[in-house]
Structure formats: C-alpha cells, structure tokens
C-alpha cells in the first residue's frame, strides 16, 4: 500500500489534464471540490424554485404561475435543497477534510469515491428534466405521499429511479468515509482523539447506511403500486397509504439529521478556534451526537400526528421527540461555555457559527412547540411548520455550510477571502435570512396552510415581508460568489496555519495542502 | 488490509438488511394495526358463528359509505342504523348501482369506528371478501351478515361501520 503511495507521490504527472481530470479523479479533495461546486449549483438552481414560490406568495390571488406548477416547485425544491444542496455540501467537506483532519493519504475506497460523485449530475439532470414533460414534474410533496403522488404524470418513475441514484450515491460515500475513519487514521489517534467533525461524520455515516435503504424500499414499493399491481400503499387493494407515512419518516427522520449532525461537527470546530479555547466537553459532544442519532429512529411518527393515532402512540412518540431536546441542549451549552471568557475574535466564519448557535436554537424552540401533540394538531400543515424546518435548515445546516467553506477556503486554495465583504455577506444573509422566516412563524399560528399558491388577504402583510427577504436572501448569495471568484483570482499565499486559534493536523500542512495529504503517518501524542 | 475488507463486508450487509428491513415493516404494521385495532381494520376473513349467545344488551350500528375516486357509482346501506342484540346474527345489505355502460369490478374496503373495537365486529358474510362484477346499469343487492361480539366493552353504545368502494375494473383487466 504504501509503495504504491510513494509511486505516485510526484502527484500531477500522472493526473490528465483539462476536463479528464475531474472525470477520471480518485483524489479525495478533487472530488471534495466537485461535490461542492455541484453542492453550489444546485442550492443556486433550488434557490431559483423558492423564488418563484415567494414571487407568487408576494400578494393574495394567483399571479404569476397555475397551481399545478406551484406544486412543482414546492415539490423540486425541496428534494433539490435535501439532496442536492446540503447532502452534497456535507459529503465534499467530508471527502476534503475526513483525510486532512485524522491524517490519512486519501480516502479508503477511491474509485468508489469518484462513482459516488458522478451519479449525482446524471440523477439530478432526470430529475430536472421532467419541469419540462407534457404532464409536468413531481407535483405532490418531497414526501411523496400516496395516493396522491401514485395519480401524478410520467414524472414518477424517473423521479423514483433518480432518488434511488442519490441513495445509492450517498450509501457509497458512506461506506467510504466509515472505512476511512475506522482503518485510516493516524497511529495514536484513538477514536476519542478525533476531531469532532470526524466524529459527528462518522455517526451521519452510519445514520445514512441505515435510513436511505428504508427510502428506497418506500420508493420502490411506490414504483411497483404504480406498475406492477401491487397494492402496498393501494387502498383497494387491502393496502394502507399511511403506512407510507411511517415508512417513509422512519426515513425521514434519521434524514433531518444527517442534515445537521456535520454541521454540529462545523461550529464545534470553528467556535473553538475563534474562542482560542479547547471546546468545552468534547466527550460530552461525542454523547449527545451519538444519542441524537439513536433517539431519531424512535421519533418518527411525530410528523404524522393527525393520522389518527392511539393516545399510547402519540404521547410515546410526544415524550421521545422532547427527550432529544436534552441533548441537543448539551451541544449548545458546550458552545456557549466554550466561547464563555474566551479570547473571542469575530471573522466571517465565527459570525456564521454564532449566528448558527442563536438562530438554530429558535428552530429547535418551534420543533419543541410542535412536539407537543395538542398544539401540533393547531400547526400541523401550517407555515409554522415551514418556519420551523427552515430556521433549522437554513441558518442552520446552510450557515454551517458557508462558515466551514469560509473557515477551510485559505487551507484548500492557499488564499486569503476579503474579510470585510465576507462580513457585509454575513451581515446580508442573517437580516434577510430572519426577514425571511421569522413571519412564517406568524401566519402559520394564524392558520395559513402549507403548499398552498393563494391565501387569506390577513395573511398579505407577512407574506410581502417573506417574499422581500427572500430576494434579499438569494440575491446576497451572489456576493458569496463573487467572494469565491474574487478569492481565487488572488495571487497572495495564505499562511499554513491561517486561524491562530486553530487547532488539527490540517494546518500543519501547506496552504493549499499537497495533492496526496499524508505520505507519511503524522505521530499523534 | 483484512480489516478493511471486513468493514466493507459489514457495511454492505447492513445496507442489504436495511433494504429489506423496509419490506418487513410492512406485515410488522399489520401486526401492529391487528393488536391495536389501529385504522379500524376489521378481520378480513369470515366468522362462522355455530351458536347464537343473545343478550339483552343492545348497541346501534351505523352504516355509511364512500365511493372512490369518482368511481360511476352509486353505492348506499339500505338501513342507515340499525339497532341490534349484542349476540345476535344480522342481516342487512347495501346497493350498488353501476352508472356507467360497461361491466365493472369493484373492491369495498371496510372500516369499524371505533378502531379499538373493530374486533367485536365479527362479519359471517360480506360482499368485502369478494371482488364484484356488474353490467352496465344494474343495480345489485351485496348483503352482509354480521354479530356484534359479546365481549364488547360495556361503554360501547355505537359502532360505525364504513365501506369505501373502489373502481378496481383497470387493475382486473391488466391482471
């Protein structure tokens, strides 16, 4: 193994050049950085649909898009946000930093590496393409509910063939990045000693290994009603389109975490670093991710409250859901005891983790009020639920996204950003990211219904003001951009260790890191 | 490299047993639905009753129907409630009336409120067990026999029994 490692240690010769490059790539951080510009593209692509949405959302009445489009919308966006902005964001920060952090040469499975990456564009072209079949795109909830997603047009089955693709996508890179942390890592380094983003991957990992087959199977039982006669989900048949719902959020649940474990493993990296402190109560850390994971395949049927469930059922599934509140509290106590008298400098990474800390708790405040079975049946279905899951996807799980791309882009390219408009984009995104959200909490109290292209006339004022920060938010993120652009136009070197307070083998490499990490094991006292 | 081949191993078995994991849920929600009387899932095969324990307890039953999905059907109990003898064998029927020109098939699914106590409904004949055929236009009488058990919970004073009629002719004529 590590013979074949020094033949090929002259990296570049023996790399094609041009296009060839990124298609034929093993190496872990050309395909990190694939995986994030893909990750890039679509939230741009998924951000394009919420605009529409909001466009339409901006006065009462419909104006600018029939009904069945609107559901589409809804619909796409919501599976390209999941699964084609977040889940590929995390997994290209896994592929550069999983190596770089517990000091591996590259990733375990290489060319499965590559694989995984390449299905994605294919995937998400069948997915897209069907906007434009004669019968339209999915139109009946990323969810896929039956029996309303089994009446839709030709879209589908090549949406089910495309989602069975990303699950497949996202099971290989999670064998990888578990064979590359159980069998990889520096001599020394026991598991207690890695970093704790490596750590919170690890445990997304083995969530995705046991939550996306489920999906499949929920997908291709979907696929086989449809075509095949059978009657899993078909009422006439004897089947039972609710089961469906505890399927698919047995799921679904474990997914919402996938979603945020790394990003807890981001802010607990970077709140350190600009705190120049050790992070309060990492094996407590290490816990709490661990019995989030394991709680969210015991919540599940908290989202399907109103289906009619026994008391025993709804106040088992009421009191697990408030369970994880305990240990989601751990995490945030431990960021704020980190911070607490801590040498604490605010650069653009620092300003999304803390804004990460405030804003994801409010998210976490609203999930709480929908745990609670009696108010859910009031905001069930309402916007309040919208509010909720996007206050902690948004400034959430994409905050975290832009702070570690902040924080790691000198180490990657070995080039400073422009600290002051990275301040003036985060100052943006957080104004209108709230200016966004924050009435959604209002007009879904008052009872405005989710998935819905027209609205009661009280509901105006506070759609208007969503609709505003909506185009403030998407248009803030062609800053982000330019930033990127503008960074990487630069000739000036970043130093090897660009965080002062930074701490883990990453910054004892170059900026940017050689081509292959680690020839030779780093010692880990 | 040994460790390595077992991880994979492992990793690529417990996806296959997540695969099917799924496929099991489904008869395990069976279950689950058959102890808790969740959805009001009555007993899908027929009760052959040899005795008759009537009592002297009565409870109302109440008959509603749907038709699906815009089916050409119409589709009603001839008795809207009924009170019975806990005990006693029942008969009773609906009608079902094909509005349309050609033979159809059509599938009734039925449904006890309260889903609790769907298994005191005992069926000894039901139209539900069988798939029915109709010509165009014909309305046909679909009996059903049935006994409300005698363990029946004392505070159970109403059942609500409910058939949903689907158009299943598609799914006959692709078989």
Known sequence: MSTNIDKLHDDHHHTPSGIMRWITTTNHKDIGTLYLWFSLLMFFIGGFMALVIRAELFQPGLQLVIPGFFNQMTTMHALIMIFGAVMPAFVGLANWQIPLMIGAPDMALPRLNNWSFWILPFAFTMMISTLF???????????????LSLQGG???????????????????????????????????????????????????????IAAMPVLAGAITMLLTDRFFGTTFFTASGGGDPVMFQHIFWFFGHPEVYILILPAFGIISTIIPAFSRKKLFGYDSMVYATASIALLSFVVWAHHMFTVGMPLAGEIFFMLTTMLIAVPTGVKVFNWVATMWRGSMTFETPMLFAIAFIVLFTIGGFSGLMLAMVPADFQYHDTYFVVAHFHYVLVPGAVFAIIAAVYYWLPKWTGKMYDESLGKIHFWLTTIFVNLTFFPMHFVGLAGMPRRIPDYAVQFADFNAIASVGAF????????????????????????????????GLEWTLSSPPPYHSFNVAPKID | MNTYKKTYIALTFAVLFMF????????????FCEITGLNGKTNQERVIVDKE??????????????????????????????????????????????????????????????????????????????????NGLETKELPIQFVVDTDLPKNIKTLILSYTMFNTTDQVGSN
């Open chain 2, 53 to 134: 324990e009537i009592t002297d307890r009565y409870v109302t039953v109440k008959f509603t129907s749907t038709v699906a999905n815009s089916a050409p059907f119409n589709f009603e109990p001839i008795d809207r409630e009924m009170v019975v003898r806990v005990g006693k064998v029942n008969n009773t029927f609906y009608t079902l009336t094909n509005n349309s020109n050609t033979i159809k098939h059509a599938t009734a699914s039925p449904s006890v409120v309260p889903g609790e106590h769907a298994e005191y409904f005992k069926k000894i004949e039901c139209f539900c067990f069988s798939q029915q055929q109709i």
């Open chain 1, 133 to 147: 079949f004669e019968s339209g795109g999915p139109a009946a909830g990323w969810t896929l509910y039956p029996p």
């Open chain 1, 154 to 208: 030709d879209s589908m089955p090549f949406v089910i063939l495309s989602i069975h693709m990303l699950g497949l996508s996202s099971i290989l890179g999670a064998i990888n990045v578990i064979a590359t942390i159980l069998n990889m890592r520096a001599p020394g380094m026991t598991l207690m000693k890695m970093p704790i983003f490596v750590w919170t991957w690890l445990i997304t990992a083995f969530l995705l």
């Open chain 2, 20 to 31: 099917s994991f799924s496929y099991m849920l489904v008869p395990l929600y069976d279950i």
């Open chain 1, 472 to 503: 403030g938010f998407g248009l803030s993120q062609l800053m982000f951009v330019y930033i990127l652009y503008k960074t990487l136009k630069k000739d000036v070197t970043a130093e090897d260790k660009v965080w002062d307070g930074a701490e």
